[in-house]
């Protein structure tokens, strides 16, 4: 498996709070993502970054801001969480554009 | 924006049957296809990826997968299934030269395979 740590691995939050999420990569790749995974909807992507300190919007960027300050850490802050926001939260990388992406483990989180 | 279909949203079948789950995106240009695992509880894996070439890619698990550019397809095989192939199953496509973020992986929505011992 691919060296990618996202922590927390779970948590729960309350509406209006602001919570944020951070994926780790020991690989060196230079793309990371932010997907989140919801029943019937599949994979979304929330935020990408094609290096330090350049990122972009996905497909579902509402309500998400993401930095990454360094190439091993890539941060999905939710600055105010909403019911909405209850998914799973899946970090990926890649090695180059247009290659396939490697997945983290996940972090669930529950706003209630 | 691209977009992919996967047709069916569960599939039963009992072990030695044969398996093919559909995909087919939109994009008209040059696609990087995948197909990705989700075991229960667990992160995505890669089972097998297509870029060029041989239109018929061979996988891990015994799995493979043919594109057929007329038809935009990319349907996921495998000749007989075991119960620990129970997992979701998402196929996704990267749009070559495509700008912003439709650049990045595209994903079905995932077909659930339940395999009855």
């Known amino acids: 498996d691919a060296g990618i740590t996202q922590s927390p691995r779970h948590k729960v939050t309350e509406t209006g709070t602001p919570v944020t999420l951070r994926c780790h990569q020991t690989?060196?790749?230079?793309?990371m993502y932010w997907y989140r995974q919801d029943p019937g909807h599949g994979l979304r992507l929330i935020h990408y970054s094609y290096g330090v300190k350049d990122t972009d919007k996905g497909e579902v960027s509402d309500g998400y801001s993401v930095s990454r300050s360094k190439t091993e850490d890539f941060l999905l802050t939710l600055e105010s969480a909403t019911s909405s926001q209850t998914s799973v939260y899946f970090c990926?990388?890649?090695?180059?554009?247009?290659?396939?992406?490697?997945f983290g483990q996940g972090t669930r989180l529950t706003v209630v | 924006a691209q977009s992919v279909s996967q047709h069916n949203h569960h599939v039963i079948l009992s072990e030695a049957a044969s398996l093919e789950l559909g995909c087919n995106y939109s994009y008209g240009g040059t696609v990087n296809l995948f197909w990705y695992v989700q075991y229960p509880g667990q992160h995505l894996q890669l089972l097998l990826k297509y870029f060029s070439g041989d239109p018929l890619v061979k996988g891990i698990k015994g799995f493979e997968a043919e594109f057929i550019k007329s038809k935009f397809s990319f349907n996921l095989r495998k000749p007989s299934v075991q119960w620990s192939d129970t997992a979701e199953y998402f196929c996704a496509v990267n749009a070559v030269n495509y700008g912003g973020s439709q650049g990045n992986l595209i994903f079905g929505k995932g077909t659930k395979l339940s395999v009855k011992p």
């Open positions: 690989e060196n790749h230079r793309y």
């Open positions: 990926a990388i890649s090695e180059k554009m247009n290659t396939e992406a490697f």
